[in-house]
């Protein structure tokens, strides 16, 4: 089945695009059938890279960079392009680029992919936010680094965040082990759920973002498990790509 995505377009940024990737599952499928594009997985590695190269395609992109994701807060500037074949070797969460038509992509498969552009187009960025990157507020740090790198300010950048875990399915049983007090207010004791998509729109706010500029797809990732990947749901589990990238 030929990748499929749904795009998104940052309202007056003509020149950057998104796409984040989904899946259908149909019944009796493996847990990576859907166009899984993660070689970290215990998929077939020919059926990944067949992915990849179709996600390629189906984008117009030729060149894309990828991070070995290790749930940190690690921030890389202009990356190296990474082959439809190989295994990325950069471990970092985020990564940001000026190049036109390199696109940064994202893995995810509960996590948030959050991704940014500069009001000009100029610049883009995307962040690998799970539950890990919000206690150690990865979404406000990368900003922070973005901007400063780039030398741009906070209240000039749009940010989308893509399909991901939903407050209904963000359980934390060991809240108290896990998270801190300073977390409460997106918790709710009574289901032990967290809401990680208010609390990345409040870190993004904190970090100086305007909310008007603030987007996100609102679909869960674990309810809707023949859309999207979910480790929540089979943690053998394959990964969706989210992707930023410049046109010109």
Sequence with gaps: MPVSFIPFVFPGVDNVR???????????????????????????????????????????LRRMAELNQVHGDAMIFEPDAVEPDAVPRCDADGMATAQAGLGLVIKTADCQPILLA???GRFVAGIHAGWRGNRCDFPGSGV????????VEQRELLAVRGPSLGPARAEFINFESEWSDEFRPWFDAQSRTMDLWGLTRWQLEQAGLLPRNIYGIDLCTASCNRQFFSY?????SGRQASVIWRLS
Excluded at 144 to 149: A, D, M, P, S
Excluded at 232 to 236: I, L, M, P, T
């Design 18 to 60: 998104c796409a984040f990737q989904t899946r259908w599952q149909e019944a009796g499928d493996g847990p990576y059938a859907g166009g899984n594009i993660s070689l970290a997985t215990a998929d077939d590695r020919q059926s990944v890279i067949g992915n990849r190269r179709e996600l390629r395609a189906a984008l117009g």
């Design 118 to 120: 500069h009001k000009s």
């Design 144 to 151: 922070r680094r973005f901007c400063e790198h780039y030398g």
């Design 232 to 236: 929540r749901c089979v943690k053998a």
